[in-house]
């Protein structure tokens, strides 16, 4: 199976920096897309940002100079470096893995991961 993982969450104040990470393993051939969605209380859950395995990106505008999507194809792993935080950002963030298990898939699976809370608050 496949097993996505998240870290780094945390408390952090309004103006500051944080990093998440996330990382895919297990029977895995190949990873393609891998993103970040967040949740917040009473509220849908929204992409933040998403990497393919190319380097393509895309943010969210809520984001958009503020926050980074980094990949390293090699080890399966995203971070987002989040910058300039504020009390809205705070949420669970969760990471995905557009995932082809063997070289013959016919197509790739997502799996998620179980989350990781930031709190963004003075």
């Known amino acids: 199976q496949v097993q996505v993982e998240e870290s780094g969450g945390g408390l952090v104040l309004p103006g500051g920096s944080l990093r998440l990470g996330c990382a895919a393993s297990?029977?895995?051939?190949?990873?393609?897309?891998m993103a970040w969605y967040r949740q917040a209380p009473g509220k849908q859950r929204e992409l933040v940002a998403r990497i393919s395995r190319g380097g393509k990106i895309i943010y969210a505008d809520s984001v958009k100079g503020r926050f980074i999507i980094d990949r390293h194809n090699a080890e399966n792993t995203i971070s987002l470096q989040m910058h300039m935080v504020k009390p809205e950002d705070t949420a669970v963030y969760l990471c995905?893995?557009?995932?082809?298990?063997?070289?013959?898939?016919?197509?790739?699976?997502?799996?998620w991961g179980k989350g990781t809370q930031v709190t963004v608050s003075s």
């Open positions: 995905n893995a557009a995932v082809l298990t063997s070289w013959d898939s016919r197509g790739a699976v997502t799996f």
């Open positions: 297990g029977s895995i051939f190949r990873v393609d897309d």
